[in-house]
Each structure stands twice: as structure tokens, then as C-alpha cells.
């Protein structure tokens, strides 16, 4: 056995190299009781924030970016008008990023359509505001074909857990159908166009998209020689 600093040779007994004082280790013979070679270190506890804590904070924010605007509004014109509006914004934030955080285990299931809702809510906040009159006839339907694909696609993965690409080959024809219905909606609410102009396109593409998921996921032989080529 050799000194691993110097290179001294040394007895199989020593406990310290003679010359330069190392510790002799040697991983096969049984360590002598001894001090360690390092000390413990002080164990540095974590101080880890919990999630009433966090949800705490977040909370208050949100409440101080709620009111600081109605404050501002009040103040200014003696009434509650855009403040309204950003409220109502600050409180749609809240519902769509912090909510689902006051759950142990957030259904996306159920907070999809919760979100949705919450938007078109915030869609007829401005619609009313405003006096637009757009809400029944473009801002609801859209929303809805929105909540109605999203909260499908996401059940069914959550829930069937196989067959994902003819969920979401059907999603994106879906989709590209919603496009063609979002111009339609356009049109007909703002007196655009008298005809579909734009939203041919994408619908189409989004209609190429999702026939080639489904054909994918119909024919195995393809699946298995893209996965090859691909590495998916
Ligand atoms: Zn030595």
C-alpha cells in the first residue's frame, strides 16, 4: 500500500502516511473507528413557503391590482367606468391562473369550461360597457365552440387515455371548422363581407392536418414506419 499524496510505501497497519501525514484509505481494508474526515456541516433547514402562504400573497395582490384602478376611476371621474372593466379583467386573470391552485388536484376537466366561462363573462362585461351589441351573436358562440373542443379533447385524454391522435386529429378538423364559423359569426355580427373570404385557408389546412392524424392513426403500418423515421 502506497501513500495516495506522496507515494511513501506504507505498512498495512498505519493509520497516517509517516512522511507527509495523510490518512491512509484503502477502499478493500476495513476503516479504523476514528474521527470522520470531514465534520458534519450544521443541516441547513429549508424554509419552504406553503401553498396557503403563496395563495395568500397572490391573493392580496390580485386585491390590490382589483381596487388600485376602481380607486383611480373614482377619483378621476367620480364614477366607476373603465375601472369596472379592469376589474373585471383582474378577476378573470385570477380565475383562469390562480384558482386552480387553491385545489389539491385541479380538474382540467372542470376548469376549462370554468375559464371559458369566466371569459364570456368578461366578453359581455365589455359588450355592455361598450354598447356593442357583438356578445349573443359572435362573442358566446365563439367562446362556446371553444369550450366545447377544449373540454373535449382534454376529457378525453384525461379519460380514455388512448387513441390521442384520433382525439386530436378530430380537434383539429374541429377547429378548423370553429375558424370558418368565427368569419361567418364576423360577417354577420360587424356586416363585414357578404361571403367566407379569409377563413377558407386556415380551415383548410386545419381539415389536411387532422385527415392526416386520423389516417395515421388508422393505418398501424404507417404509425410504426413514421415512429421509426421520426423517433416519436
Ligand atoms: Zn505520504
Known amino acids: 500500500m502506497y501513500c495516495i499524496k506522496c507515494g511513501v510505501e506504507l505498512a498495512d497497519s498505519e493509520k497516517r502516511c509517516p512522511l507527509c501525514f495523510t490518512r491512509v484509505y484503502h477502499p478493500d481494508l476495513e476503516m479504523p473507528d476514528g474521527d470522520p474526515l470531514f465534520p458534519d456541516n450544521p443541516v441547513i433547514k429549508r424554509h419552504t413557503v406553503t401553498r396557503a402562504g403563496s395563495l395568500f400573497i397572490l391573493t392580496s395582490l390580485f386585491l390590490i391590482a382589483l381596487v388600485m384602478p376602481l380607486i383611480c376611476n373614482l377619483s378621476i371621474t367620480g364614477e366607476v367606468t373603465w375601472g369596472g372593466i379592469s376589474a373585471s379583467a383582474i378577476v378573470l386573470a385570477y380565475i383562469i391562473v390562480v384558482l386552480p391552485f387553491w385545489f389539491k ?60 391522435l384520433y382525439i386530436f386529429g378530430g380537434a383539429t378538423i374541429l377547429s378548423g371548422m370553429a375558424i370558418v364559423l368565427t368569419e361567418f359569426l364576423l360577417n354577420f355580427t360587424f356586416d363585414i363581407h357578404s361571403r367566407l373570404v379569409w377563413s377558407i385557408y386556415p380551415c383548410a389546412a386545419f381539415l389536411l392536418i387532422g385527415l392526416m392524424l386520423i389516417i395515421i392513426a388508422i393505418n398501424p403500418a404507417l404509425r410504426t414506419t413514421l415512429e421509426k423515421k421520426f423517433f416519436v
Do not use: E, M, Q
Open 105 to 164: 388536484r385541479p380538474n382540467p376537466v372542470v376548469f376549462v369550461p370554468v375559464d371559458h366561462a369566466a371569459a364570456a363573462l368578461f366578453l359581455l362585461h365589455i359588450d355592455l360597457f361598450t354598447d356593442g351589441n357583438w356578445f349573443l351573436s359572435f362573442a358566446l358562440p365563439t367562446v362556446g365552440a371553444s369550450c366545447i373542443i377544449s373540454t373535449a379533447v382534454i376529457a378525453l385524454c384525461r379519460y380514455v387515455r388512448k387513441g390521442y
